[in-house]
T-cell receptor, first 114, second 112 residues
């Protein structure tokens, strides 16, 4: 059983398109995150949700909109895709936002914008 | 603000060599420190952690000691294996997982 699963794993699309990446966790965690990893492996937090409520929104263009229908799911929708959006996007979860315990990561979704 | 600086890679070693990946941090409080590992094609996994000064985290033969006086958390392993080839990330948090800051990652390649 995969603890944090993301789909799709690979996504190739044209500039200007709109796309979504889905994430689900079966760990019973309250908090979920989206991270962006660029081509140099630098990892940066984008969003954090706790019990379906947004608690972090880093400096991310508003073309990126997270949606959390329930605490086990956190989807990422991206409008008007740009070349610079090409990256690997990781979903993660943890028990609590204030805990400094382990983050559990999905396998990543590699987005390529042409 | 909080930040982590780790040695740039890539690092290439022969099997059974000694490994050190340096990590230093800047923090206003008393952070917890972590090493995560990313194997090819996978997400990050927690390798080890330490929550207070002088704590030593260890797992799978890897060790790191939380040094407050030098603000460091260097990763070491006495004898690396080909299967240790991966990207290693140092990270810190002093106010919860929402504030987890990652270093830039160090790619390790171990050759037989």
């Amino acid at each position: 059983d995969t603890a944090v699963s993301q789909t799709p794993k690979y996504l190739v699309t044209q500039m200007g398109n709109d796309k979504s990446i889905k994430c689900e966790q079966n760990l019973g965690h309250d908090t979920m995150y989206w991270y962006k990893q660029d081509s140099k492996k630098f990892l940066k937090i984008m969003f954090s949700y706790n019990n379906k409520e947004l608690i972090i929104n880093e400096t991310v263009p508003n073309r990126f909109s997270p949606k959390s229908p329930d605490k086990a799911h956190l989807n990422l929708h991206i409008n008007s895709l740009e070349l610079g959006d090409s990256a690997v996007y990781f979903c993660a979860s943890s028990q609590s936002p204030t805990d400094t315990g382990e983050l559990f990561f999905g396998e990543g979704s590699r987005l390529t914008v042409l | 603000g909080n930040s982590v600086t780790q040695m740039e890679g890539p690092v290439t070693l022969s099997e059974e060599a000694f490994l050190t990946i340096n990590c230093t941090y800047t923090a206003t409080g008393y952070p917890s420190l972590f090493w995560y590992v990313q194997y090819p094609g996978e997400g990050l996994q927690l390798l080890l952690k330490a929550t207070k000064a002088d704590d030593k985290g260890s797992n799978k033969g890897f060790e790191a000691t939380y040094r407050k006086e030098t603000t460091s958390f260097h990763l070491e392993k006495g004898s690396v294996q080909v299967s240790d080839s991966a990207v290693y990330f140092c990270a810190l948090s002093d106010s919860g997982n929402n504030d987890m800051r990652f270093g830039a990652g160090t790619r390790l390649t171990v050759k037989p």
